[in-house]
């Protein structure tokens, strides 16, 4: 029960650097491998969203990509969380993105069960895209039952997205 509760943690750390954390569950093998897949997805907000797979070495995503406040990327920002979310910017240009990196390998077919868990997770962190996107852009969300479709249409773009690159082997 400890555990459930705390399965799902988030970390604000300031308003330029966001991380949030899905937790591993105990059946879950982290070490399968695909091949490293650092994709990136221009939304139709100021932000584009870069998904990592989790053949992705933090060395890797770091040779393109820094935390928003210019701070380095390093292995422990990644470690010990089936996914996580940072609010990053891309070295060359300064342009801000937000980056998902998952651990866990979706391109190879597993147990419902653990199906479930897997995309449970995905939805998990394409809800924290959606939240940093909105707060980049310093938009509301609009709760309205006529105006949600703004929410909802993106949440479902960004789900798309971070799957996407995780299926891919
Ligand atoms: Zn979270």
């Known amino acids: ?10 970390i604000y750390t300031g308003p330029f650097s966001l991380v949030t954390f899905s937790f591993p569950s ?6 399968q491998k695909s091949k490293v897949h650092i994709d990136t997805y221009e939304s ?34 990644f470690a010990n969380c089936l996914g996580c979310v940072i609010r990053a910017k891309r070295k060359s240009d300064g342009r801000k993105v937000t980056l ?13 069960e653990a199906f479930l868990d897997d995309i ?14 909105y707060s980049y852009v310093e ?10 479709e703004p929410f909802c249409y993106y949440l479902e ?8 690159t995780i299926i891919k082997k």
């Open 26 to 31: 105990k059946s879950r093998d982290m070490k």
């Open 120 to 133: 449970a997770s995905l939805v998990h962190e394409a809800g924290h895209v959606v939240l940093d996107t």
């Open 44 to 77: 139709i907000y100021p932000t584009q969203l870069v998904v990592a797979n989790n053949a992705a070495t933090t060395k890797q995503i770091a040779k393109d990509y820094c935390w928003f406040d210019g701070v380095e990327l390093e292995d422990s920002d």
């Open 157 to 164: 773009w960004v789900f798309k997205c971070i799957y996407k």
């Open 1 to 10: 029960m400890f555990y459930l509760i705390l399965s799902k943690y988030n």
């Open 100 to 112: 998902v990196k998952i651990n866990f390998d979706l391109s190879k077919p597993s147990k419902p």
């Open 139 to 148: 938009d509301r969300i609009c709760t309205e039952v006529c105006k949600q």
